[in-house]
């Protein structure tokens, strides 16, 4: 619109003529303003793009980073939804447009326990057709084991069968994540952006007003010192195992917990094994590496992992040494002939198979991984610990070729930590390990040896708050004189009600081996008619054996006493660990 032209000779005094410019260019603002908006509404509205991050995790770090990749997103302007795998029907997965899915490996290759289920519906015949999802799969695992990654790799391979479109390729983490982790979510979520017609471009600040969530300044990376104020024996003096009970003071950290998080303790390496190593390697003492500013004996006591040799140690050994045995194993790729010839061995016992072997420093240097931090169920509650965290360590050692051998961070542990000692630790939040919101819930809880941990913390906590749900704990181990830890905080809470039921296996007390599983088989009545009333079902301690072992007794019971089918009966334990009543934190 033009705004017409007023010549001075028109019938207007001077006053008028500007009044009436000024009306003129109004009216053509105006218009030029309706101009833009119809121009706005004839163009294709721009949106937000929205982004689902999946996650698969076992004992909280994939959560982390996913929570973390939300965050990012968010500060891009992504519209985000962050959900744990089983939380996920395939229908809703189906409505998906974008997503990221953040899965690590458990064990030997097995998916982690929040996603079993979502993997079972995803690997079905039965799965839908995915054509209009977006993904990327950032896979966390440990090149220690042979199936590194493979959830994720799993994952990742059925979503393109199923039609979903790859945005970039998967990325598979080893133990150190965080810094790749971060690249890659870096990369990726422009990607995510770019395949939505008409989304809004990612900014480099945040664009919708969502909070920020700052990061703990505690971390694995940056761990804090905590000082030791309690290291006792637990175990008797008869026991075939070291059990400590640890407990460290956190009040001037900042660090705040609750019951069924974890507590990762960074180690250092025996100083004995450390003085063998460069014995054996013929290190000066004064030997110094400049890539890492630090001399080569303090690397080896607090930046390598020495005891449990990496895969390229192996090899490197195998093909340099002259021992038939292990060229022969390593040749063939036989998995269980070398982990029973690895069996109590360390990377030290690998060096001395040949005495004439010699690794120059740099070289086996680059063959061994970094120290990594152990991870501990906490066995105590803030509502009636304070600012202590409480862990229950079993101390492992054994002898083996004439010499003795001791667990990396167990050891480091008992014999190094005095009152006053600290210990750097940082939190792993374990959110799916919880006791039930409703205090009236009964909770059944299976923790042999130091599977107690965490049903400790449990019990405390539900005491402090008044919960009146029934509990029941099956514990057990070899002896019941020397091996029943916490025998005195247990009975009192049998005899006070707050156990309402205790349940003891002691495995070496008489000449059949009575475990967890046979208490439960011969209360299996009893345990499903709890199922039946809600119970939560809870389960601490060894995953290869005692945890598969419960859970074929758990299915079994609810088959007999249910007078369920056995798909049935599977059917049943899947609806429990759909409805979160099923949990584990296991090893």
């Known amino acids: 619109m033009k705004v017409p032209y007023i010549p001075d000779s028109a019938p207007f005094n001077e006053d008028q003529r500007a009044w009436l410019s000024g009306f003129l260019a109004g009216l053509h603002s105006r218009a ?250 013929e290190v000066p003492a004064d030997a110094h590496i400049e890539e890492l500013d630090m001399s080569v004996r303090d690397a080896l006591m607090t930046r390598f992992e020495i005891t449990t040799p990496s895969k390229e140690m192996i090899n490197a050994i195998a093909e340099r040494s002259g021992h038939d045995e292990l060229c022969s194993i390593a040749t063939n790729g036989d998995k269980e002939a070398l982990e029973a010839f690895m069996w109590g061995r360390d990377t030290l016992d690998l060096l001395n198979l040949d005495d004439k072997l010699v690794i120059p420093a740099s070289e086996f240097l680059d063959h061994l991984k970094p120290l990594q931090h152990r991870a501990y169920s906490i066995s105590s509650s803030p509502k009636v610990h304070g600012d202590e965290v409480h862990l229950t360590v079993a101390a492992v050692r054994w002898e083996a070729e004439g010499r003795p051998h001791r667990g990396v961070c167990s050891t480091f542990m008992a014999d190094a930590l ?89 495995s070496r007390d008489q000449s059949e081996k009575i475990y967890v599983q046979t208490r439960m088989h011969e209360n299996g009545k009893a345990l499903f008619a709890w199922l039946e009333e809600g119970a939560y079902f809870y389960v601490c301690g060894d995953a290869t054996r005692m945890a598969r072992d419960v859970d074929t007794a758990l299915t079994d019971l609810i088959a007999e006493h249910g007078s369920l089918s056995a798909d049935d009966a599977g059917q049943y334990v899947a609806n429990l660990k759909r409805e979160k009543r099923y949990l584990r934190d296991v090893y």
């Open 32 to 281: 030029a303003m309706g101009e833009q908006q119809t121009a706005a509404a004839a163009a294709p509205a721009q949106q937000a793009v929205k982004l689902d991050v999946l996650y698969g995790t076992q004992t909280g770090n994939a959560e982390m980073v996913a929570q973390d990749t939300a965050q990012s997103a968010r500060a891009k302007g992504f519209q985000t939804n962050v959900a744990g795998l089983d939380d996920v029907s395939m229908e809703q997965l189906a409505s998906m447009d974008q997503a990221i899915i953040v899965i690590s490996t458990y064990g030997e290759g097995e998916m982690p326990d929040n996603a079993q289920l979502f993997w079972d519906a995803l690997s079905a015949d039965t799965a839908p057709r995915l054509e209009h999802l977006s993904y990327g799969v950032l896979a966390l695992g440990d090149t220690s084991y042979d199936e590194f990654c493979h959830a994720g790799k799993l994952v990742d391979m059925r979503l393109e069968q199923l039609g979903a479109r790859r945005l970039t390729q998967r990325l598979d983490c080893d133990v150190d994540y965080e810094d790749p982790a971060a690249a890659w979510i870096e990369g990726t979520l422009p990607l995510i952006a770019d395949a939505v017609p008409g989304a809004l471009a990612p900014v480099a600040e945040q664009a919708n007003g969502a909070a920020e969530t700052s990061k703990p300044k505690w971390n694995r990376k940056n761990p804090y010192p905590a000082p030791t104020v309690e290291n006792r024996l637990l175990s008797g003096s008869g026991s075939a195992k070291e059990i400590r009970h640890i407990a460290f003071d956190l009040s001037e950290s900042g660090l705040s917990y609750e019951a069924g998080d974890a507590i990762g303790v960074i180690p250092q390496n025996n100083p004995e094994l450390v003085n063998l190593m460069m014995e054996r390697l």
């Open 418 to 506: 005095a009152e006053g000692d600290t210990a750097p630790v940082f939190l792993s939040p374990n959110k799916a390990f919880r006791i039930p919101e409703k205090d009236d819930a009964p909770m059944i809880m299976v923790g042999p040896g130091t599977g107690i941990a965490p049903f400790r913390a449990f019990l405390h906590e539900r005491q402090a708050r008044g919960a009146t749900g029934s509990n029941w704990l099956f514990f057990g181990d070899q002896h019941r004189s020397d091996d029943f830890i916490y025998e005195d905080e247990i009975s009192k809470m049998s005899a006070d009600g707050l156990l309402a039921r205790l349940d003891l296996a002691f």
